[in-house]
T-cell receptor, first 115, second 116 residues
Framework: GESVGLHLPTLSVQEGDNSIINCAYS??????FIWYKQESGKGPQFIIDIRSNMDKRQGQRVTVLLNKTVKHLSLQIAATQPGDSAVYFC??????????????FGKGTKLSVKP | KAGVTQTPRYLIKTRGQQVTLSCSPISGHRSVSWYQQTPGQGLQFLFEYFSETQRNKGNFPGRFSGRQFSNSRSEMNVSTLELGDSALYLC???????????????FGPGTRLTVT
């Protein structure tokens, strides 16, 4: 779809397996992080977010892990399903004294689930 | 609750023309931001509006402009279109940029602009 870049990293997993998508963020001052899923022909869909005062947060079938020491974020999807096939983006943000800056997106990872 | 809507969904323009894209945020949301998505550059921030005021602006030329109306609806305009402006333009809304924890941007389906 239109969201896929020419050289997106691709992760291919078997249906039912767990998936781990990694993201390195750029700014050590970033204090808010979001994962989005984008299917072909659609806008990014919010999955889960985490603030920098946490290192783990769980949602339904998804877990986000944050390692501020190495500026690394990961998204774990349990029991991956064909409907999880999409491009996944991480995004970071710096809050400014209660206001919020803009989201800075990573390049994305394409997840392909084999039935 | 209805999601973010964007019109038109598809648009074809010629170099040198100008274009206006429209975004209606989720009801009750006061912040609208715009992003450009291309295969080469990914998702890039254009600008963000809150209560009719531009709060943040990305690194795009002055040909790209926007505004927000009192009902929170937003428009973005691109003048003197170039081939490189061909992209998916995404609008996102959020509840408030003044409150911690309200960083969730909810995206619309986008407007696919093709410049020939």
């Amino acid at each position: 779809g239109e969201s896929v870049g020419l050289h997106l990293p691709t992760l291919s997993v078997q249906e039912g397996d767990n998936s781990i998508i990694n993201c390195a963020y750029s700014n050590s001052a970033s204090d808010y992080f979001i994962w989005y899923k984008q299917e072909s022909g659609k806008g990014p869909q919010f999955i889960i977010d985490i603030r920098s005062n946490m290192d783990k947060r769980q949602g339904q079938r998804v877990t986000v892990l944050l390692n501020k020491t190495v500026k690394h974020l990961s998204l774990q999807i349990a029991a991956t399903q064909p409907g999880d096939s999409a491009v996944y983006f991480c995004a970071e943000m710096i809050s400014y004294g209660g206001s919020q800056g803009n989201l800075i997106f990573g390049k994305g990872t394409k997840l392909s689930v084999k039935p | 609750k209805a999601g973010v809507t964007q019109t038109p969904r598809y648009l074809i323009k010629t170099r040198g023309q100008q274009v206006t894209l429209s975004c209606s945020p989720i009801s009750g949301h006061r912040s609208v931001s715009w992003y450009q998505q291309t295969p080469g550059q990914g998702l890039q921030f254009l600008f963000e509006y809150f209560s009719e005021t531009q709060r943040n602006k990305g690194n795009f030329p002055g040909r790209f402009s926007g505004r927000q109306f009192s009902n929170s609806r937003s428009e973005m305009n691109v003048s003197t279109l170039e081939l490189g402006d061909s992209a998916l333009y995404l609008c996102a809304s959020s509840g408030s940029i003044q409150i911690q924890g309200q960083g969730r941007r909810y995206f619309g389906p986008g407007t696919r602009l093709t410049v020939t």
